[in-house]
Structures are given as structure tokens and as C-alpha cells.
């Protein structure tokens, strides 16, 4: 009975995120690119096959859905996909939101935007390129437990050395 239920729950979180992906007019492609994911990602959530474990992937595509953090979540509870929330009206909110969405992808913006906690960040000088720079946000899974932010920041160690080139005179 219980493996019935799980069925039920992912197939129903399936046919959530395809009624929700296809109301805004979005390909499976459309959306993966929207959620920095692969299209196949995009049609194994939609395949409705039970996961033994939460796929990173949900967290991804509740932005470009409209969904608030946890939604995903919720529709696997019974519940239904809690709305982003409204953006600040206010003129300098709505300026700040609108440069965010002309200088960076859909998926940039909305990693931006992400209420995961944030881990760490970097800005990294190019050598050789006249000033340019690459700048890393770093953010962790909501729900993780101290020794997997830990981990999550070890593996961000690791990743930072290999991204800090020497110059190059």
C-alpha cells in the first residue's frame, strides 16, 4: 500500500510540474535551459517514476514555474505549489529586478533570487583579460544537515583553488 501511495505522490508532483511547465507555454527544453537542468532531467521529473531520494532538480525548477521554495515539496504532501512570492513594487525594487533580468539569464536570476542559504561567494580576477572577472555564488541545499554544508564547503575549497589561475605574465 505504501509503494501505491509513493506512486500516486511522485505522479501527481509529475502532472503538477507538466500542467504548470505547459500554462506558461514552456518546452521541456524551454524549461531545463530556464533551470540550468538537461531536458532529460525535465522529462524524468514528468516521468512520474517514484525517487528514493529528493532530486536536486525540484529546487531548480520551481523558479522558473513560478513556485515558491518547497513547493515541490508540498505537492508530494498533498498540497499544492505555493506561489513566488509578489515582487516589492516600490520603484526601486522593481528597477533593481528589471536590471537583474536584462543583465543575466532566467536561471542566473533566479540562483540569485534562491531563498537556499548561502554558503559563500567569490569574485576571481581573469589573468590576461584586462580586468575582467568571474564572480561565484555559492548556495546550499535547505534542508542539509551541518556535516553536509561542511561538505558542501569543503567541496567549494576544492573547486575555488582550481578556479584561482596563476597570472599570466
Given at each position: 500500500?505504501?509503494?501505491?501511495?509513493?506512486?500516486?505522490?511522485?505522479?501527481?508532483?509529475?502532472?503538477?510540474?507538466?500542467?504548470?511547465?505547459?500554462?506558461?507555454?514552456?518546452?521541456?527544453?524551454?524549461?531545463?535551459?530556464?533551470?540550468?537542468?538537461?531536458?532529460?532531467?525535465?522529462?524524468?521529473?514528468?516521468?512520474?517514476?517514484?525517487?528514493?531520494?529528493?532530486?536536486?532538480?525540484?529546487?531548480?525548477?520551481?523558479?522558473?514555474?513560478?513556485?515558491?521554495?518547497?513547493?515541490?515539496?508540498?505537492?508530494?504532501?498533498?498540497?499544492?505549489?505555493?506561489?513566488?512570492?509578489?515582487?516589492?513594487?516600490?520603484?526601486?525594487?522593481?528597477?533593481g529586478q528589471?536590471?537583474?533580468?536584462?543583465?543575466?539569464?532566467?536561471?542566473?536570476?533566479?540562483?540569485?533570487?534562491?531563498?537556499?542559504?548561502?554558503?559563500?561567494?567569490?569574485?576571481?580576477?581573469?589573468?590576461?583579460?584586462?580586468?575582467?572577472?568571474?564572480?561565484?555564488?555559492?548556495?546550499?541545499?535547505?534542508?542539509?544537515?551541518?556535516?553536509?554544508?561542511?561538505?558542501?564547503?569543503?567541496?567549494?575549497?576544492?573547486?575555488?583553488?582550481?578556479?584561482?589561475?596563476?597570472?599570466?605574465d
Amino acid at each position: 500500500m505504501t509503494e501505491d501511495r509513493t506512486k500516486l505522490q511522485w505522479g501527481r508532483l509529475a502532472a503538477t510540474i507538466r500542467a504548470a511547465r505547459e500554462a506558461l507555454g514552456l518546452s521541456q527544453a524551454a524549461l531545463g535551459e530556464q533551470a540550468g537542468v538537461s531536458e532529460g532531467t525535465i522529462q524524468n521529473l514528468e516521468s512520474g517514476k517514484p525517487k528514493s531520494r529528493m532530486p536536486q532538480s525540484l529546487s531548480k525548477v520551481e523558479p522558473p514555474l513560478g513556485w515558491a521554495s518547497g513547493s515541490a515539496v508540498a505537492v508530494l504532501k498533498g498540497g499544492e505549489p505555493a506561489p513566488l512570492p509578489a515582487r516589492d513594487t516600490s520603484a526601486g525594487a522593481s528597477a533593481g529586478q528589471d536590471e537583474l533580468s536584462r543583465k543575466f539569464p532566467l536561471r542566473v536570476v533566479a540562483e540569485l533570487k534562491s531563498d537556499d542559504p548561502l554558503l559563500d561567494s567569490a569574485v576571481i580576477e581573469l589573468p590576461g583579460v584586462g580586468g575582467a572577472r568571474m564572480t561565484v555564488v555559492v548556495h546550499g541545499q535547505p534542508d542539509a544537515t551541518p556535516e553536509e554544508i561542511q561538505e558542501a564547503l569543503l567541496a567549494w575549497r576544492r573547486a575555488e583553488r582550481k578556479l584561482r589561475l596563476p597570472d599570466d605574465d
